[in-house]
C-alpha cells in the first residue's frame, strides 16, 4: 500500500492551510474529510485582518477577493442595550492604512479553500470519514475510515494530522477534551438587516451576546451565544427569535427582516485539549481547542496554528522523528504565541457577563479611542496581545480619567 508523507483529517481552514502549507514544502499529502463540499459550518463568518497575510501566503487570497467580499471596518459594541460603539481597527504603521476583517460565507470560503488544495495537488477524499488509527509501535501511522458507500478505507502515512474541529476523532479516541463553558450558539442569515454601517455589530446582554455582520448579497449572519441552560426545554428557533428580539438595539437592526435559513446550532463552546498522548500525531485548528467566539478569531487561530505545525513537522522530516517528545514543540510554540490572547479572551469573557464592569468599560472606551483601538488591534490579530494583557494597560481600562489624546 502507497504511503503518504502526511494524512490531514478534516478540509476546514485548519486542514486546507496545514495541507497546502506541506504540499509547499514539497511533502505528498492526503486530505480526508466526512462532507462533499460544499458543506455549512455554525460561525460568525468574520476573519480577522491579521490572517490576510496567511491567506495570501496560502494562495488563496486572490480567489476571496474575486468573490468582491464584504470588508468590515471593525467591531460595533453595544453593551446591555445602549448606542453601539464603533471601533476601527488601528492604522498600520507598515502601511498607514486600516485593515479591514473579510466576513465570507463559510458555504463559500471552505469549499473554495479546499479547491485550492486540489489544485495544488494534494489528493483530496471528500466524504471519507476517519473512525480510527493505524499504530506502529506507539506512533500513529495513518487511518482507518468508511467513504460514502459505506466501504472502509485505510491510508498509511509517516505522520498524521487532525484537524477534524470540535469533534475530531482524536479528542474521543484518547479522551482528550477538557468539557469548558456549557455554551450554546445558534447562527442564520438573513436578508434586509439594518445594519448602519460595515462592522461587526456585538450586542453584549441577558441571556448571551450576539454577532452580527453583513456577508453581502444583501445578507447578514446573526450569531447567538447563549448558556446551555436559557434552551430549558424551549425550541432552538423559539429561544433564538425572542432572545434576539429582547434587546431593543438589535430588535431595531432585525424589524423587517427575514431570516433565509434554518437555525443552526452548536453546543459546549469552549473547551481545552489534553496533549497527544502518542507520536505520528499532530492537532491544529478547533481540535486543539476552542475558545469563546466573541472575540471571533477562531480562523486565525486555525490558519496560524497550521503554520507553526508546519515549521515542525517540516523538522520532523529533517530529523526523521515524529516521537511525542518532538512534537511536543509544536504545542509549546502554540502556547508561547497564543497564551495572552488566550488570557485576554477568558477576561473579555468575565467582563462581558458582568453588567457594571461591561458599561465601565465600554464607557471608558467610548472617551479613549487609542484605548479602544489598541483593543480590538490586538482582538483583531494585527497587534500583540501583550499590549493588553498588562497591568498598564488594565488601569487604563478601569481609570475614570479622560485620555491623554483628549479623546
Ligand atoms: C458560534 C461560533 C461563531 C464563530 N465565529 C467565528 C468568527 O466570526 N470568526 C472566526 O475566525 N472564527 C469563528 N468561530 C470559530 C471557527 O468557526 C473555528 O475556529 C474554525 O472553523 C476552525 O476550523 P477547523 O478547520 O479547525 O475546523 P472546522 O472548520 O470545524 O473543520 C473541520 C472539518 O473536519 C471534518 N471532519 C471532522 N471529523 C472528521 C473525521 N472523523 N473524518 C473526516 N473528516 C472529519 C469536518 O467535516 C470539517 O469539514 C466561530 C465558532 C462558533 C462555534
Known sequence: MKIFDVVVIGGGPAGCAMALDLNRRGYDVALCDQAKFPRDKVCGEFISPGADPILEWLGVLASIEALAPKRLKGVAISSYESAELEIDYPVSTETGLRPSSLSVPRYQ??????????NAGVKVFEQHKVTDFIFDDDCVAGVHGWDENKTS????????????????????????KQEGNGKIAFSAHWQGVRLPDD???????????????????????VVLVVDRSALD?????????NVLMSNCRRCEMLQGAERVE??????????????????????????????????????????RSSQIAGEVIHAGFQNSNFSRKF?????????????????????????IYNRPFCNGVMKRLSTNRVLAE??????????????????????????????????
Open 199 to 221: 462592522y461587526c455589530y456585538m450586542h453584549v446582554s441577558r441571556p448571551g451576546y450576539t454577532g452580527i455582520s453583513s456577508v453581502g448579497n444583501g445578507r447578514a449572519n
Open 374 to 407: 489598541t483593543l480590538v488591534g490586538v482582538i483583531g490579530d494585527i497587534l500583540p496581545a501583550k499590549k493588553v494583557v498588562s497591568m498598564k494597560f488594565l488601569l487604563r481600562l478601569l481609570s475614570t480619567r479622560r485620555g491623554a489624546n483628549g479623546q
Open 233 to 241: 426545554g424551549k425550541k432552538a428557533e423559539t429561544l433564538y427569535h
Open 262 to 303: 434554518p437555525v443552526r446550532s452548536v453546543e459546549s463552546l469552549a473547551f481545552a485539549v489534553k496533549p497527544v498522548p502518542c507520536g505520528g500525531l499532530v492537532l491544529v485548528g478547533d481540535a486543539m481547542g476552542f475558545i469563546d467566539p466573541f472575540t471571533g478569531e477562531g480562523i486565525y487561530l486555525s490558519l
Open 153 to 176: 478505507f485505510s491510508l498509511q502515512a509517516k505522520l498524521v494530522v487532525d484537524a477534524g474541529g470540535r469533534n475530531a476523532v482524536s479528542l474521543r479516541k484518547f479522551n482528550l
Open 109 to 118: 470560503l471552505d469549499a473554495l479553500f479546499l479547491k485550492q488544495v486540489q
Open 327 to 351: 512534537l511536543s514543540v509544536y504545542n509549546a510554540r502554540r502556547q508561547e504565541e497564543f497564551g495572552d490572547k488566550f488570557l485576554l479572551s477568558r477576561v473579555l469573557q468575565w467582563l
